[in-house]
């Protein structure tokens, strides 16, 4: 009888030995990714909201999630957070990029069998990381035209401007050279020599846009939804700014997280009028997301 108590004993350690292990290993998953209890109440919120629209197409979607956040303050480096590189969910707080990013992980989750956050933190990372992989900091897709056809070679985008736009002269090497503007380049020369390789690549990579010049009487062939990635002439950056486009009036406008305005807006002019004569922008990248 004391044997069998022992081996009952033993049998107990040894599953609840497991249980914490198995508790243990959900734990490190989901110390992966970083989120708050008001990120996953208005992540619900849009899916209840928009779950009777969910058999329209991504395209259309967006614009209608995107309309959620007007007025959403405007936030930067929401994705510097932490010292090791983990999936930042942030829908309080935006920047042009991440207002971007979360419209297209929101159309795709809704529209997926399984509209839950962690669907939606997995459709993040399908879409923030090199082939949708993530890894340390450098497996971020830091410059947006690299984003842009990384969506393209993944089958969650087209780029139209492919067939009617010109060939954009990506000579990017921004990051390398401004190493103390980015947290995770400081003191890391690893880091750093990964990322000279990326620009590298990229800019030996051929792309295409819609110089400023030319979008008005190109402006027949954008769509709403499209997303947008506002072209520079800043020595070593391919995109300065980030937005979706949506129509007013039959025209295309930008909504965007406005870095001047400090909140998700749309944009009083047109994208070809919005686009300054005198400013630091040169014309439109176009990332056009597929279902």
Known sequence: MKQLSLIFVLLLFICDAFAQEVHHQASLAEDDVVYTEQDVAIFSDIIQKFEAKKNESIGELIPEIGAYFLGNEYVAHTLEVTDQEKLIVNLRELDCTTYAENLLALARTLKSENATFQ???????????????????????????????????????????????????????????????????????????????????????????IPKEEIATNEHLLKEGDIVGITTNIAGLDVA???????????????????????????????????????????????????
């Open 119 to 209: 669907q939606f933190t997995k459709e993040l990372d399908k879409i923030r990381y090199r082939d949708g992989k993530r890894g340390e900091y450098p497996t971020r897709l830091h410059y947006f035209s690299e984003w842009i056809y990384d969506k393209k070679d993944n089958n969650l985008a087209t780029t139209p401007a492919d067939s009617f736009g010109k060939p954009f002269s990506n000579k990017i090497n921004f990051m390398s050279t401004h190493t103390d503007s980015y947290k995770h380049l400081q003191n890391n020369a690893e880091f750093v020599s990964e990322i000279k390789e990326q620009e590298e690549e990229i800019s030996n990579k051929n792309y295409f846009y």
């Open 241 to 291: 700014h980030v937005g979706v486009l949506v129509e007013q009036n039959g025209h295309m406008h930008l909504m965007h997280a406005s870095q001047s305005k400090l909140k998700v807006e749309i944009s009083d002019r047109p994208i070809a009028g919005y686009l300054k004569p005198n400013s630091t922008h040169t014309g439109i990248m176009i990332a056009r997301p597929l279902n």
